[in-house]
């Protein structure tokens, strides 16, 4: 059995999303770990700025699915898998929510060396859809 090893890592994430025809982004660089290999690690990193505090954590399953997690003051988990709808628990300065999450492109290319983690999705609340989202991740050697 091969064991793996968690590795520091350089982790930039690009996050845009169109909410009411209005479109916004940020981009944001922070050291992170990796940990596991080609399609099933997991990636984690410590949110800065208004969710200071908070802990994320990006787990990837065979290349296609990925359970997106915060823990910390807004506690979240987020399921995003090509071609299928998932209720999700979202937390915000509100109170907490239920969302639809459907995801209509995910891509992973990252292994222990690094590499780059896409997916586009859509947020929804009942019949609506809240907003649409892209992230790209790229996982660099610290």
Request: charged share 25%; aromatic share 6%.
């Amino acid at each position: 059995m091969v064991q793996i090893m968690e590795k520091e890592v350089v982790i930039k994430i690009v996050d845009r999303h169109e909410l009411d025809g209005d479109t916004d982004g940020l981009e944001t660089t922070v050291v992170g770990s990796f940990e596991g290999k080609k399609d099933n690690y997991t990636i984690t990193y410590a949110e800065d700025g208004e969710l200071e505090g908070c802990q994320v954590s990006i787990k990837v399953e065979n290349g296609e699915c990925i359970t997106m997690t915060r823990s910390g003051m807004f506690e979240t988990e987020l399921i995003i898998q090509r071609g299928k709808r998932h209720n999700c628990s979202y937390s915000t300065p509100a109170g907490l929510l239920m969302l639809g999450v459907f995801a209509s492109r995910v891509e992973s290319d990252i292994d222990e060396n690094g590499g780059k983690l896409e997916f586009d999705y859509t947020l929804d609340l009942g019949a609506g859809v809240v907003s649409e989202n892209y992230l790209v991740i790229t996982v660099t050697e610290a």
